[in-house]
């Protein structure tokens, strides 16, 4: 069979024996390569570990390697690099050159282990301290000897490889291609069999000695496709290279996948970030735009209800007093998205931290709720039974907390209903309670409603107007005043939020 490895000779036992004698040693090795490609995040920095472990004499001890890379676009297997020599005595002399400078690394790394007090041991001191000591260095190592005599495979970036090839009659042309595309395990390839292949002179040219195809597969399909020979070496290829390169293949793609997995997760959180900038610049724009407008339909509305242009007659004042109403409405709105954009950017808010009394920010607060209360005609009722103590804050931004979760609890509440306000002082916090009996939230909607722009309600014609941006704003607020919110509800049982403030220390 063209796939199958040539037999050995007689003779070939005891050299057998002397390489499976070596293997605990490359084990070691493997070890190394193995956490190597367990901790790479980029796809690119797998490309130099692959080829480095194919062609290192203390890795898999190949000739040559070439690494074709899957290119979308053009639908085929493209050359992408390669490590190898084009002649023997450039390979020995990268053998030579290659071991001096590992030896100077084990040497290295020795000295730097006895002066932090750890114990030398040169059988074991490569295998299991390089790992520690100089992983970076013995890779750049590798590369940068066989750089030096690699001009022979510059004609890898020319190859160009399609997994099926065909005729003039368009019928396929059987080749050992169809039998690697279709195996799970690398494919040995004869020189004969690459001689009356139909692929590109170049990669003939190149590659023009027994060798060994493996693929690098991951859930995207085959990603890479990798040729090794043994062109310069004593021994052929036989199967404990094959079962060796099996091994690596498979690491090295659990590697790629990872890794893919990780570039993908980073390009849609870049992107994500991206569209979030885009957002808040987009929010920004638009609410100072608005903000404009809306002062002045305001101002002008105030001026007409004050009969400052003229006098007005009841059923205008009613209407105008009602345009006041909307028109105040959606400047807090516009209000409160300037204020999370600039959150969102990372800019602090203004707050001013001082001792104050809460009791006093909710007595101010009550009275800009009055249109609101007005409309639904709910009752809000402090409740008081022990002195409430003041709490490290700032009066505007404490001020904006209660005016959100007041709105919210008079806007989810029934007609005649009534909202309490509950005081709990503890040790070193006060808590604020905000209680409705209202429509209520359902348990798998909590964690949910402090996401911007989120409303229970999602319905198009959902019967609670708002953007949904006001309980956002509240726990970013909190949050800056060194607090927490929680929040407990039933359906059609009501809604209890509850603040937990820092107390203000007495000096």
Sequence with gaps: MANDIPPKAVGDEDRTADRLGGLIERAHFMNL????????????????????????????GFSRAAVLRWDEAQAR????????????????????????????????????????GGESDEASLYWLDLAEMGEERFWQTIFDQYARHNPGLDRIGLIRIREK????????????????????????????????????????QTLASDMLWSKIQTQRGTRLVIIVDKMFEAESIDDIDRMHLDWFISQVSLAMENAELIEELMARTQALEELDTLKSNFLSTISHELRTPLTAISGFTRLMIDNRVGP??????????RVLVQADGLTNIVNDLIEIVEIDSGATLQLQLHPIDPLNV????????????????????????????????????????????????????????????????????????????????????????FEAF?????????????????????????????????????????TKFTVVLPIAVER
Excluded: C, W
Excluded at 33 to 60: A, D, F
Excluded at 174 to 201: D, I, N
Excluded at 418 to 429: A, H, N, S, Y
């Design 454 to 494: 989120y409303q229970v309600d999602s319905q198009l014609t959902r019967s609670h107007e708002g953007m949904g941006v006001g309980l956002t704003l509240t726990r970013k607020l909190i949050a800056n005043l060194g607090g927490r919110i929680t929040v407990e509800s039933e359906p059609d049982r009501g």
């Design 33 to 60: 390569i193995h956490r190597t490609l367990r901790s790479t995040r980029k796809v690119s920095e797998i490309y130099p570990i692959i080829l480095g472990t194919l062609v290192s004499p203390q890795g898999m």
């Design 362 to 449: 909710l007595m101010g607060t009550l009275p800009k709720l009055d249109p609101r209360r007005a409309t639904k005609t709910v009752q809000v009722e402090p409740v008081v039974t022990a002195p409430v103590p003041q709490i490290l804050g700032d009066e505007k931004a404490l001020e904006r907390v209660f005016y959100h979760l007041l709105d919210n609890a008079i806007k989810f509440s029934p007609d005649g209903g009534k909202v309490r306000i509950e005081f709990e002082t503890g040790p070193r916090d006060l808590s604020i309670s905000i209680i409705d009996a209202g429509i209520g939230i359902p348990a798998d909607r909590l964690k949910e409603i």
């Design 77 to 116: 297997y493209l050359g992408h690099a390669a490590l190898g020599a084009a002649e023997a005595e450039a390979h020995r002399t990268i053998q030579r050159e290659l071991s001096e400078e590992l030896k100077r690394i084990r040497a290295d790394s020795g000295e730097a282990i006895k002066a932090n």
């Design 165 to 204: 090839y065909v005729d003039d009659q368009d019928r396929p042309i059987l080749s050992f291609l169809e039998r690697f595309f279709a195996s799970r395990r690398s494919e040995f390839v004869t020189a004969a069999e690459m001689a009356a292949s139909p692929l590109h002179r170049e990669l003939k």
């Design 312 to 321: 007005v007659s009841p059923s205008q004042r009613e209407i105008l007093e």
